[in-house]
């Protein structure tokens, strides 16, 4: 019995996953997440700004000491969109040896779909092709395929929180700030949906697994697969798009990191699925740590 704890540094969110692994299984020990928000006030200029370098190093202090206690055996630990662009990492990472002894690996878009999708068909059963979509602060993630293989990946830098900062939005959005974040993302991605036809979405945790708890007035997590009913989800997004500010911060379903930002990725979302005519929603508890982890036991 080994235990192993990984650590996914996103751009808006820190995740913790702690595991005892036996022979090919294991048994999750601990599970956390912090709203660091990584990219807050530099992301579009490729630099971590200080107080949010800041409250990265104090997460991962305080996650170090979490293991610690936990006796783990080994930390895997990765940095995705934020960290990869920004000109000033290596301090982050540097700092992050010294301060918290935790040794970061920085992913490439690719290599962070790819592990998204490991996740993601972790337990799935097969439904036949799919596109996963992985909504992040500094990125999104898009991969086609099914639970045996993969065709098509790629990963955007459309993140919410550099969409949020690019761009001055009224409260609530109107129908132009929709209009703008859709023809952004349409310039972004270019030709890579033309070829692809698609039915089936599984969106990976994150702002779906908030979606589904609004659309089941849920406080709890996400534990398994999940299927949204489509009108349903349409309407929540729509009512999500044109909430308040005041509204959101209201709303004990949503998590405090997501309450500026869910309304950019309700219009992604909508986006996609009309941009596809999708059909099928599914939602997935499992993402990129889950990859990983799916890697070291299998």
Known sequence: MKRIAIIDLGTNTFNLL?????????????????GVGLGFGGINKNIIQENALLRGLDTLKIYKQKCDELKVDS???????????????????????LEANIDIEVISGKREAEL?????????????????????????EFVVGDINQV??????????????????????????????????????????????????????SGSFETFYQLIFDLRKPLTDYVELEKAALMETLDQIIHSTQAERDADERIILIRKK????????????????????????????????????IF
């Not at 702690?18 to 601990?30: A, G, L, Q, R, T």
């Not at 930390?75 to 040896?97: Q, V």
């Not at 830098?157 to 129908?175: H, N, T």
Request: no cysteine; net charge negative; proline share 2%.
């Open 151 to 204: 065709h098509e990946v790629e990963s955007f830098e459309i993140g919410v929180a550099r969409i949020y900062q690019l761009f001055d939005f009224s409260d609530p959005f109107s129908i132009q700030d929709a209009q703008q974040i859709e023809a952004y993302l349409d310039s972004k991605v270019g030709d890579f949906f033309d070829t692809i036809q698609i039915q089936q979405l599984v969106g990976s």
């Open 261 to 296: 930002m869910i309304p950019i990725a309700a219009v992604k979302i909508r986006w996609i699925i009309r941009k596809l005519a999708i059909e099928k929603i599914i939602v997935s508890p499992y993402a990129l740590k889950e990859g990983v982890l799916k890697e070291i």
């Open 75 to 97: 930390i895997f630990a990765f940095g995705t969109s934020a960290l990869r662009n920004a000109e000033n990492r290596e301090d982050f990472l540097t700092r992050a040896k």
């Open 18 to 34: 702690i595991i005892d692994k036996s022979d090919n299984d294991y048994s999750k020990v601990y599970e956390t997440k912090v």
């Open 116 to 140: 998204i999708y490991k996740g993601v068909i972790h337990r799935l059963d097969d439904i036949g092709a799919f596109m996963v979509m992985d909504i992040g602060g500094g990125s999104t």
